[in-house]
């Protein structure tokens, strides 16, 4: 079997002259799931409130290919302590070919994350009901307002520090 472009898997059987994209695979790239105050957590009469923060990395692994993670904490606490913990990191290898430059960056920083989103929330759920409580769906993110934001801190900083580039980073 000829090695196979992870990017054009037809090998040329299509024109190489528009922009392609592809989900090469998806990870778990680290995962931990705590319940530090257990048995005594489950005697708890409260609501817990529940903090969730994110934060999306994007690193070149080629010229084409791009590992994006989307990195979600979620805690629940009370008064009383800790509930549970949950840190992970979810990836994609993405294959990008022919993409205008300026479509790079927000394809990475925005679609990218959405299509990882739904496994993490997936992830997320079933990680808090192993832990015996009921499941907890993160409600969904607007990864292009994240962006924009990101970009008009960066453009009203620019003045001051002479430019730079969009942040990955969001909570």
């Given at each position: 079997?000829?090695?196979?472009?992870?990017?054009?898997?037809?090998?040329?059987?299509?024109?190489?002259?528009?922009?392609?994209?592809?989900?090469?695979?998806?990870?778990?790239k680290d995962l931990s799931v705590e319940c530090p105050n257990s048995p005594a957590v489950f005697q708890w009469q409260v609501q817990p409130q529940v903090d969730v923060q994110f934060n999306i990395n994007v690193n070149?692994?080629?010229d084409e290919?791009?590992?994006?993670?989307?990195?979600v904490n979620v805690s629940a606490r009370s008064d009383h302590g800790v509930h549970?913990?949950?840190?992970?990191?979810?990836?994609?290898?993405?294959?990008?070919?022919?993409?205008?430059?300026?479509?790079?960056?927000?394809?990475?920083?925005?679609?990218?994350p959405r299509?990882?989103?739904?496994?993490?929330?997936q992830i997320v759920a079933e990680s808090v009901q192993?832990?015996?409580?009921?499941?907890?769906?993160?409600?969904?993110?607007?990864?292009?307002a994240v962006y924009l934001?990101?970009?008009n801190a960066l453009q009203q900083a620019e003045p001051a520090d002479g430019g730079g580039e969009a942040a990955a980073d969001a909570s």
């Open positions: 079997m000829a090695d196979q472009d992870p990017i054009n898997p037809n090998n040329g059987s299509e024109p190489e002259g528009g922009p392609q994209i592809a989900v090469i695979t998806q990870y778990v070149n692994v080629s290919v791009h590992e994006v993670i989307l990195k549970f913990a949950i840190d992970l990191s979810y990836a994609g290898l993405l294959g990008l070919r022919n993409l205008p430059e300026d479509s790079v960056g927000p394809f990475l920083l925005i679609e990218a299509m990882l989103f739904p496994f993490v929330r192993n832990m015996g409580f009921p499941p907890l769906l993160l409600e969904p993110i607007d990864f292009n934001q990101q970009i």
